[in-house]
């Protein structure tokens, strides 16, 4: 399975961003951020066929995931970004149907984006 993340950039605190996530497959998606020192953080998850959602507290009300099955392409819209949302930002796929949080459980990761915030 080949991931790969696109749509990153640079964006001033209260702007948008919208990542993709080219995608074939019955997976269930997530997206994940890593900065530097820090380990893999969870942002976003969706099941297949994209019926249910999970997010990270930090990103609640803010980020929303959807996935366009025919386009096999996963979305992370992200508004009212904050300086704390700077990460590489990445997509992953998992086998298993069921939604987590846990960045071990998925098995296929792609290259990340960039996404930039400034204050």
């Known amino acids: 399975v080949q991931l790969q993340a696109s749509g990153g950039g640079l964006v001033q605190a209260g702007g948008s961003l919208r990542l993709s996530c080219a995608a074939s497959?019955?997976?269930?998606m997530g997206w994940f951020r890593r900065t530097t020192g820090k380990e893999r953080e969870f942002v976003a998850a969706?099941?297949?066929?994209?019926?249910?959602?999970r997010y990270a507290d930090s990103v609640k009300g803010r980020f929303t995931i959807s996935r366009d099955n025919v386009a096999s392409t996963v979305y992370l819209q992200m508004d009212s970004l904050k300086p704390e949302d700077t990460a590489v930002y990445l997509c992953?796929?998992?086998?298993?149907?069921?939604?987590?949080?846990?960045?071990?459980?998925?098995?296929?990761w792609g290259q990340g984006t960039q996404v930039t915030v400034s204050s």
């Open positions: 497959g019955s997976y269930v």
């Open positions: 969706i099941s297949w066929p994209g019926t249910i959602t």
């Open positions: 992953a796929a998992r086998r298993s149907n069921l939604l987590t949080g846990n960045y071990l459980a998925y098995d296929y």
